[in-house]
């Protein structure tokens, strides 16, 4: 293998620790531990996978966090009720509506409902709307998008006048990213499942953001030699020599992206990990702003 091995787990556990710090700082100066709610409606498994791990992390830097669950069947006024209910919980500091919503809810009202404070997943229209405006900043940085530009500035590229490519367009991971690879000065190109020539775009990036949830998907020949690769992909592909019987691969064919690529992140072990520290950081940033200091 010839990459260097991006290791988002040890990064992540790292920045964990350091908000694990600076919680007990405040607490120690008499201020509130912060305090995570997160929402899930109806039964997605892979949801509450997540959201079980997002609790474990909170416990672990001693951030607060409470989980609330609502039925598949739940109304829009139901989950907005709720929403409402937690943005005026004066120990609630950050506020998660685990995505995709079951059908029929309308996601945009949902997440528009969350209070700009609050929005630690950075997803309130405001929050994206300040992320795509020149000379604005969000409240909050989406965690994932946040994990993936943490591991980029570590890495030791220059993004400034880099040629991205951004695999994917999706609300949570493809769109934020390339917005912050722009406001970073790099020249982006997102891929989707129209476009022309990936594998040609692919060939001419300096850095690859891949995010489609296709296993495998990127190939070796098709990266440019040196090119930094960050893989958000996690898809499971059966394998009968597990027990669980199946793994984990991301979007990118490692064994043979790591032979040409000059940086590549795992999977599992690299921006998995990053997106659950961000969340923490995004909680603690919720805290600070509640504190009236204004700079989170
Ligand atoms: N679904 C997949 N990723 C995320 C995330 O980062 N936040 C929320 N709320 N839902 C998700």
Redesign the pocket.
């Known amino acids: 293998m010839r990459a260097k091995l991006i290791d988002g787990k040890a990064i992540a556990e790292s920045l964990r620790e350091e908000v694990k710090q600076k919680v007990a700082e405040r607490v120690e100066k008499g201020l509130p531990a912060p305090g995570l709610a997160t929402v899930i409606v109806g039964d997605n498994p892979a949801?509450k996978v997540?959201v079980r791990m997002k609790h474990k992390a909170c416990q672990e830097a001693d951030i607060i966090s409470i989980g609330h669950e609502l039925p598949a069947d739940a109304s829009q006024e139901e989950v907005e009720s709720l929403v409402q209910k937690l943005n005026a919980d004066p120990s609630i500091h950050g506020i998660?509506?685990?995505?995709?919503l079951p059908a029929g809810l309308d996601e945009e009202r949902v997440l528009n409902t969350i209070s700009l404070q609050k929005d630690v997943?950075g997803?309130h229209p405001i929050n994206i709307g300040r992320l795509a405006q020149k000379g604005r900043e969000p409240l909050f940085i989406?965690?994932?998008p946040a994990g993936v530009m943490y591991l980029l500035e570590n890495s030791g590229v220059e993004l400034s006048g880099a040629n991205a490519v951004v695999l994917g367009r999706s609300n949570?991971v493809g769109m934020p990213v390339s917005l912050l690879l722009v406001k970073a000065n790099a020249t982006v190109t997102i891929c989707h499942s129209r476009t022309k020539d990936i594998p040609g775009l692919i060939r001419e990036a300096d850095v690859l953001v891949a995010a489609v949830g296709i296993p495998e998907y990127v190939r070796g020949d098709w990266v440019k030699p040196g090119a930094i690769v960050i893989d958000v992909g996690v898809n499971r592909v059966e394998d009968e020599t597990r027990k669980s019987g199946y793994r984990l691969v991301g979007d990118v064919a490692f064994d043979e992206v790591a032979e040409v690529a000059g940086a590549i992140t795992p999977v599992p072990g690299g921006v998995g990990p990053m997106?659950i520290a961000m969340?923490l950081r995004n909680t603690l940033r919720a805290a600070r702003l509640a504190d009236g200091n204004g700079n989170g």
């Open positions: 949801s997540y998660l509506v685990q995505l995709p997943d997803f989406p965690a994932t949570i997106t969340l």
